[in-house]
């Protein structure tokens, strides 16, 4: 799941902010130069699979939108992470 590149990257992300932090969507998408609709795509992937929370709210009368990783997907990043350092380091 976490493997494709996109998702990879948006969990890089997420994970660097604090455990209970969110980020707003577009601020997302402009970080990882990634168009709305393939931020919302591998975004609904990663949320179906129980890694990333998106919270849709309302900031006045404007729809806002903030991703955040969950715990599990905090600790299936980790563990992914934890999987490329052990290929990495088996192969030097």
């Known amino acids: 799941m976490i493997h494709a590149a996109s998702r990879l990257r948006i969990?890089?992300?997420l994970a660097e902010?604090?455990?209970g932090d969110s980020l707003s969507f577009p601020r997302l998408a402009k970080a990882l130069a990634m168009t709305a609709g393939n931020l919302s795509t591998h975004s609904a992937k990663l949320e179906a699979a129980g890694y990333v929370q998106v919270v849709?709210?309302?900031e006045g009368r404007r729809p806002?939108?903030?991703l955040s990783l969950t715990p599990g997907g905090r600790t299936a990043f980790a563990a992914y992470l934890a999987n490329l350092r052990a290929i990495v380091g088996s192969a030097l």
């Open 11 to 13: 969990m890089t992300a």
């Open 17 to 19: 902010l604090q455990p």
């Open 56 to 58: 849709k709210t309302f």
């Open 64 to 66: 806002a939108t903030y």
